[in-house]
């Protein structure tokens, strides 16, 4: 059973930072792409950066220089810096296995003054 456990997320003033982590257990983490989604109220989930197995990475134009995400597969998880948050990242963050589709349970991030 696949199971993707986020964590990190909180309440941050505009151009705050955090990080977020997401551990991974029944896949065999390092051959699967992983990803971040968010979620705003209202709107559609979105992709906000995804990394391939061999560290190739893509970013949604609007984080593109401010987020950045990572992965460390010997602890089956995946990161996702932020840095120079915007009112506009307020969302929930959700970590995301592209093979299977799972998806985890999503940890809040709100940035507001």
């Known amino acids: 059973q696949v199971q993707l456990v986020e964590s990190g997320g909180g309440l941050v003033q505009p151009g705050g930072s955090l990080r977020l982590s997401c551990v991974a257990s029944g896949i065999i983490f390092s051959i699967n792409t992983m990803g971040w989604y968010r979620q705003a109220p209202g709107k559609q989930r979105e992709l906000v950066a995804s990394?391939?197995?061999?560290?190739?990475?893509n970013y949604a134009d609007s984080v593109k220089g401010r987020f950045t995400i990572s992965r460390d597969n010997k602890k089956n998880s995946v990161y996702l810096q932020m840095n120079s948050l915007k009112p506009e990242d307020t969302a929930v963050y959700y970590c995301?296995?592209?093979?299977?589709?799972?998806w985890g349970q999503g940890t809040q991030v709100t940035v507001s003054s």
């Open positions: 990394i391939g197995s061999a560290g190739s990475t």
């Open positions: 995301n296995c592209r093979y299977t589709g799972s």
